[in-house]
């Protein structure tokens, strides 16, 4: 590691170490008053915000400007949250000498856990980017935050950075670094306390390694790949089943973690044929990235053996990527475990035709696990007839499970969980969206026969903040 590199990477983190003092120290419901400024602020440059997001991405006006609201309503749940004040999770046991043993008084509560590195995605330059999900659930929290920026979008970062830092009360508290290099640094820094990151496995991997090597490991919330399994029962419709899967996949060119890339389908009922020619009139477009192209094309390369279904049409962008859907059946797919069921990030996926859905869940539970999984279906009972093992199956793969929907979308929310089993992220017991993700950044302490003065006010007898607490059980 270049010791040039590291003294430019710690100057943002001991900054935010420094300004994270007093912002740890400031109220909750003052906290949420300058998450909405920011969800002000953002909202008031997207006008100049996402011209140069659609420069370094192509994802065009409707999508960006759609993102920036995206990331300001985030912005504005997590104001929600801090005046809900439920976030910290008060317990409050009362002393009881009588009991046996005699119990002391103890309160416990979440706290913020220090600076919070966040490595942003490639594929959402506003949502899951500088001003993302990570970064607003760690302010929200109490902890600074600095950004390794993706190499995708560096001027949207440096410019979504300086519009954030205009509402903070301290602008150290959103520190901002660039470069392959900066990211060994950053996550072995003494004063990074935990490190949130939206990539590929291969890059996951390498940040955890890294972080294996600290004196003290810190915690590590990676959002790696999903292939988000499909299974459609005899029951589903198939024209809309068709008409749907060819949107999900198709949506942002497939650069979704949600995208649908396994479909399994009844062999018979015209399913796999309806698939296709809704998926012959699709049109692709450019991928976000040189490496993000690349590494789909070599994930082509691993479906060359299986038989085409369809491909969709380019379109006219240069260098524009077409929808392509393969197909095998299920015994052969058992047969190709587990690479068939690898990630391929891009318009592709794999429709697996099925002669008799009782030997479903034996495959589902051989799948690796991803953050959706959906069952399409005209009827419940449609899953009779297995013992519901569909469903146990299809719960135990992925942290949400979706009732005749697609994947792709993700609602900001007080119940959404995006997570799931290994390598869908490296944590599966927590979420990066929605008001729970809050959680990665904060410890529980307990305070035992603690004075009321020197109690936190959400601790305190008399409960000045009036949030929801669990008293004597
Ligand atoms: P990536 O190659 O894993 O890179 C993600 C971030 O980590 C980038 O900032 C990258 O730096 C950094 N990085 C990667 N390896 C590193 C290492 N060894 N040391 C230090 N820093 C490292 O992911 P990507 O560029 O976004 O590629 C797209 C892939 O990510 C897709 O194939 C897909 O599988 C996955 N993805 C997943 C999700 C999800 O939500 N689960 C979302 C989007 C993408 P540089 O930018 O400087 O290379």
């Not at 996550?187 to 955890?208: E, K, N, R």
């Not at 279904?309 to 475990?337: K, N, W, Y």
């Not at 793969?397 to 089993?421: D, E, F, K, Q, Y």
Request: proline fraction near 8%; charge should be negative.
């Amino acid at each position: 590691m270049s010791s040039e590199v590291a003294r430019i990477v710690a100057m943002p983190v001991e900054a935010a170490a420094a300004a994270g003092r007093a912002w740890r120290a400031t109220p909750a419901a003052d906290r949420a008053i300058v998450l909405e400024a920011v969800a002000d602020a953002l909202l008031k440059h997207a006008d100049e915000l996402w011209p140069v997001a659609d420069e370094e991405t192509h994802l065009g006006e409707a999508r960006l400007r759609g993102e920036v609201a995206r990331t300001a309503s985030q912005f504005r749940l997590f104001a929600d949250v801090l005046r809900d004040g439920g976030w910290v999770d008060a317990i409050i046991d009362h002393a009881d000498p009588t009991a046996t043993p005699p119990r002391p008084d103890v309160r416990r509560m979440l706290r913020p856990l220090g600076v919070v590195a966040v490595f942003s995605a490639s594929n959402f330059p506003f949502a899951f980017s500088v001003a993302g999900g990570d970064t607003v659930s760690a302010l929200a929290a109490g902890c600074p935050v600095v950004v390794k920026a993706h190499e995708g979008h560096p001027r949207t970062s440096d410019a979504t950075a300086a519009v954030v830092r205009q509402a903070l009360p301290d602008p150290a508290l959103l520190g901002l670094v660039h470069g392959f290099e900066s990211g060994a640094p950053l996550v072995q820094h003494p004063l990074v306390t935990a490190v949130g990151f939206t990539g590929s496995l291969a890059g996951g991997t390498a940040i955890q390694g890294l972080i294996a090597k600290r004196p003290d490991p810190i915690p590590f919330f990676g959002e790696l790949g999903s292939v988000n399994p499909v299974v459609v029962l005899p029951s589903a419709d198939p024209a809309a089943v068709a008409t749907g899967f060819a949107g999900s996949l198709t949506l942002g060119v497939g650069q979704f973690c949600t995208n649908p890339g396994l479909v399994f389908v009844p062999e018979e009922g015209g399913y796999a044929e309806a698939i296709a020619l809704a998926v012959a009139e699709t049109t692709g477009g450019v991928m976000l990235t040189d490496k993000i192209h690349e590494g789909y094309l070599r994930g082509l390369v691993r479906l060359d053996g299986l038989e085409r279904l369809a491909v969709g049409q380019a379109g006219p962008s240069q260098g524009a990527e077409a929808a392509r859907v393969f197909t095998i059946g299920l015994a052969a797919f058992v047969d190709g475990l587990p690479g068939l069921a690898e990630e391929c990030f891009g318009p592709a996926a794999i429709v697996v035709k099925y002669l008799d859905k009782e030997d479903l869940p034996d495959v589902l539970r051989r799948l690796p696990g991803s953050l959706t999984a959906s069952i399409h279906a005209s009827s419940p009972d449609d899953t009779a007839g297995t013992s519901g093992d569909i469903v146990e199956a299809v719960t135990g793969l992925a942290g949400r499970v979706i009732w005749n929907g697609w994947p792709t979308g993700v609602a900001v929310s007080w119940a959404m969980h995006h997570g799931g089993p290994w390598p869908a992220t490296t944590n599966a017991q927590h979420t990066s969206v929605g008001a729970t993700s809050i959680r990665r950044w904060l410890t529980p302490v307990a305070y035992q026969d603690w004075p009321d003065a020197l109690l936190p006010p959400e601790l305190q007898d008399a409960n000045p903040l009036g949030i929801p607490r669990r008293i004597a059980g």
